[in-house]
């Protein structure tokens, strides 16, 4: 049978609304199932809405992606992070 569920996000780190993250984190999104990695988009942004420069890695093993910033973040500052994938 076609699998008819699309992935979700099974997991997350920081958490939503986290405080007090070290500015050197990086974020991770785990999906509820594989996905294929050229089909992962993973975006930080900052309170401006600019994108924030970042590498993204996929591990097909724990179903992960990491997002890590190429500097550190800013202090007291809200970033919002979006991830989408296709299995």
């Given at each position: 049978?076609?699998d008819?569920t699309?992935?979700?996000?099974?997991?997350?780190?920081?958490?939503?609304?986290?405080?007090?993250?070290?500015?050197?984190?990086?974020?991770?999104?785990?999906?509820?199932?594989?996905?294929?990695?050229?089909?992962?988009?993973?975006?930080?942004?900052d309170?401006?809405?600019?994108?924030?420069p970042?590498?993204?890695?996929?591990?097909?093993?724990?179903?992960?992606?990491?997002?890590?910033?190429?500097?550190?973040?800013?202090?007291?500052?809200?970033?919002?992070?979006t991830?989408?994938?296709?299995?």
């Amino acid at each position: 049978a076609q699998d008819q569920t699309a992935p979700s996000l099974a997991a997350r780190t920081p958490a939503a609304g986290a405080t007090a993250v070290p500015v050197g984190s990086t974020v991770t999104a785990t999906f509820s199932e594989p996905v294929q990695a050229a089909t992962v988009t993973f975006v930080l942004k900052d309170p401006a809405g600019n994108t924030v420069p970042a590498s993204v890695a996929y591990s097909a093993s724990t179903q992960t992606a990491t997002l890590t910033p190429t500097s550190p973040l800013t202090t007291n500052t809200t970033y919002t992070a979006t991830v989408s994938a296709a299995d």
